[in-house]
């Protein structure tokens, strides 16, 4: 089985990606191979809201995504990280997750081919805020959980944490061990 872990910090090696690290970690110690997509280091154009996709389930837009696309589709879980920025998700996670329309037909019903492989897909979140107050984080968090609800994908959960300079969250046990958990949990059927 295989768990995708996609990070939506620009930061590498910051506190997103330390915590995206160790739920990969997780996953791989309960026997499943991992993989790890760095947005920022992908071409991935906003949406365009032409619909063609709705129809075709292929998206007119030549970039990086329809590879990502094909990952997920692989994937037994999906685990997403991304800092927040300003109530928010980060330009880069806003981008990809907006694409996954492709992934669906005008009525928001999974496109017919993608069916088999969408219903059911794990997905989970981890995000950082710099604010101590982690619930900032809850925008983010109501955006990947009511897709999972409004599709059908398995929620496994969310780690929120709250951590402000570059690897600060290496400090937060509580933090890490959540993420870890949360990787073995997407690794466990």
Known sequence: MKILGILGSPRIKGNSDILLSRALAGAKEAGAKVEKIILDRKQISGCKDCKK????????????????????????????????????MTAQMKAYLDRWCV??????????AYYPQMKGKRIGLITVCGDTNVHTADPVVHSFKSTAQMTGMHWLGDVMA????????AQNAKALQEAFDLGRKAATP
């Open 162 to 169: 709250a951590a402000g300079d570059k690897g600060e969250i």
């Open 103 to 112: 992934f669906f037909a005008a009525d928001w019903s999974w496109q017919k």
């Open 53 to 88: 996709c709705n129809k075709t389930g292929i998206c007119v837009i030549r970039d990086d995504m329809s590879e990502i696309q094909g990952k997920i589709l692989d994937a037994y879980a999906v685990i997403h990280a991304s800092p927040v920025y300003f109530w928010s």
